[in-house]
C-alpha cells in the first residue's frame, strides 16, 4: 500500500531540555494530516544560527534557554528577518508564566503554549495558525507596499499629463488661432507653415502619449514570476533593433547570462531600451556594447557598457525619471521615457538601476535581480560577439546560443 504525499512542514524547536524536544518531535510524530520535517537546538544561539541557515517555516522556543530568554531570541531574531522570509515563533512557557507569554507575543512571538498542557492537537494548530498569519501579514504588507507604489506612480503620471502634454497642446491652440487670423485676414500663402507647425506639436503629443501608455502597460505586479532565460531574452531585444544596429555598425557582446524569476517581455524592452540608446547617444567611433554579468548568492548585477558620449554628473540623478533629459539632447529623437521604462522594469522584479558615467568616455548602466537559487544556472556559452553591423539585421538566430557563436 503507498502512503499519500503529505504536506511537509519545517519546525525548529530550540529547547534545552533533550527529553522536552524528544516529547515535542513525538507530538509532531503522531500528526495524520502533514509531515514535520524537526530540526533541533539546545541554545538559543544555535537556534539563531540554524533559522539562518536552516530556514525553518516555525519556531518552537522554550521561554527559558540557558545563553537567553524568549525576549532576547525574539529580539536578535528580528534583523535575521529582515534577510530572509519572517519566521513565526510558537513561544513555550512554564505554568503561570502567561505575562511572560504576552510579553513575548507583543515582541513578535505569533502564539504560546504552556508546556505541561501541549497536546498534539494544540500544537500542530499553534504552528499552524503562526505559520498562516505570519504569510497573511507578509502578502498584507506586499499589497501595503503595491499600494503605495502605485499612489505614487499615480501622481508621477497626473503630473506627466498635466505637465508635459501642456506645452504641445498650448502650441497647437497658438497655431489654431493664428489659422483663424490668417483665414480671417484672406493671407492664405501663410496657411501651409502655421498648419506644419501645429502638425509638428500634434505628432508631439501623439509621441508623447504613446509613451506614457507604453509606460502604463509595464505590468507584471500581478502576473506570476515565470523562468526567464536572460540570453534568450537579450536575443529577442537584439533582433528588435537590429534595424540601428546594422545602420550604425554597432557590436554587442555578452558574457553567459543567468536565469532569472521575471516577466520576459518587460526584461526583453529593458535590455532594448538599454541598447537602443547605448547606440542613440553614441560617440565618433562606432558603438560598441558590452553586456557582463555578477552573479552573488542573492542577485545578479547585469552591466550594459557603452563608449558613447557619456553623461555629465548634474545629469545623473534625473534621467531615470519620466520625459527627463538634458536640453543639450533636445536633438536626440526621444521622449525621455525609455530609461523610466527601465526603473519600472527592475523594480518590479525588485531590483535596483542605476548608472556610472564620464562625459566622453562611455556609460555604464547597472541593473540588479533577485538571484533565485532553483532557476539561476546560467547556460555555459563563450564571451563571444553577439551581434554586429550586419549579424543580427540578417541573421537573427532563434535560438540565443546559436545567435553567440
Ligand atoms: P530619451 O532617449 O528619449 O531621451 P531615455 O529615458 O532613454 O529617453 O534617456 C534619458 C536621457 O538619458 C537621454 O536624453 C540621455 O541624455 C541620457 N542617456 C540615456 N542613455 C544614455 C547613454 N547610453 N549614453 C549617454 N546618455 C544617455
Known amino acids: 500500500m503507498t502512503v499519500p504525499d503529505l504536506p511537509t512542514t519545517r519546525v525548529l524547536i530550540v529547547d534545552d531540555n533533550p527529553e522536552d524536544r524528544e516529547v515535542f518531535r513525538r507530538l509532531f510524530r503522531r500528526s495524520a494530516e502533514r509531515r514535520y520535517e524537526v530540526l533541533e537546538a539546545a541554545s538559543g544561539a544555535q537556534g539563531l544560527q540554524m533559522c539562518g541557515s536552516e530556514l525553518p517555516e516555525c519556531v518552537l522556543l522554550d521561554y527559558k534557554l540557558p545563553d537567553m530568554d524568549g525576549l532576547e531570541f525574539l529580539t536578535r531574531l528580528a534583523p535575521l528577518d529582515r534577510q530572509h522570509p519572517i519566521v513565526p515563533v510558537v513561544m513555550i512557557t512554564g505554568v503561570g508564566n502567561e505575562d511572560v507569554a504576552v510579553r513575548a ?3 513578535g512571538a505569533q502564539d504560546y503554549l504552556v508546556k505541561d498542557g ?3 492537537a494544540s500544537l500542530q494548530r499553534a504552528v499552524q495558525n503562526a505559520i498562516e498569519r505570519v504569510s497573511l501579514n507578509r502578502r498584507l504588507e506586499e ?3 503595491e499600494l ?3 499612489n505614487r506612480e499615480l501622481q508621477q503620471f497626473a503630473f506627466i499629463i498635466s505637465h508635459d502634454l501642456k506645452q504641445p497642446l498650448a502650441t ?8 483663424q487670423r490668417l483665414a480671417h485676414e484672406r493671407r492664405t500663402s501663410e496657411v501651409d507653415e502655421v498648419a506644419s507647425a501645429g502638425m509638428e506639436s500634434v505628432a508631439r503629443m501623439l509621441e508623447l502619449m504613446n509613451d506614457v501608455l507604453e509606460f502604463s502597460k509595464v505590468g507584471g505586479a500581478d502576473a506570476a514570476l515565470e523562468p526567464v532565460d536572460l540570453n534568450s531574452v537579450l536575443h529577442e531585444a537584439v533582433t528588435n533593433v537590429s534595424a540601428v544596429i546594422s ?3 554597432a557590436r554587442v557582446e555578452a558574457d553567459p547570462l543567468p536565469m532569472v524569476l521575471g516577466h520576459a517581455s518587460g526584461l526583453t524592452q529593458l535590455f532594448q531600451n538599454l541598447i537602443d540608446n547605448a547606440i542613440k547617444y553614441r560617440g565618433s567611433a562606432a558603438p560598441l556594447i558590452r553586456i557582463t554579468t555578477q552573479s552573488g548568492p542573492r542577485a545578479h548585477q547585469i552591466t550594459i557598457a557603452d563608449n558613447g558620449i557619456g553623461i555629465e554628473p548634474k545629469d545623473m540623478e534625473c534621467i531615470f525619471d519620466a520625459f527627463q533629459r538634458p536640453r543639450r539632447h533636445s536633438d536626440f529623437p526621444g521622449t525621455g ?3 523610466c521604462i527601465c526603473k519600472k ?10 548608472v556610472e558615467s564620464q562625459p566622453g568616455a562611455g556609460s555604464r548602466f547597472h541593473f540588479s535581480l533577485p538571484a533565485d537559487a532553483a532557476v539561476s544556472a546560467a547556460p555555459p556559452s563563450a564571451n563571444a560577439p553577439l551581434a554586429d553591423t550586419t549579424e543580427a539585421a540578417h541573421h537573427a538566430a532563434p535560438d540565443p546560443q546559436s545567435a553567440r557563436r
Open 105 to 107: 507575543m507583543k515582541s
Open 345 to 354: 522594469v527592475v523594480e518590479r522584479h525588485g531590483g535596483r538601476i542605476w
Open 148 to 150: 503605495q507604489r502605485s
Open 337 to 339: 521615457i525609455g530609461l
Open 118 to 120: 501541549v497536546t498534539q
Open 172 to 179: 497647437i491652440k497658438y497655431n489654431l488661432h493664428l489659422l
Open 247 to 249: 545602420q550604425h555598425g
Open 143 to 145: 499589497q501595503r507596499r
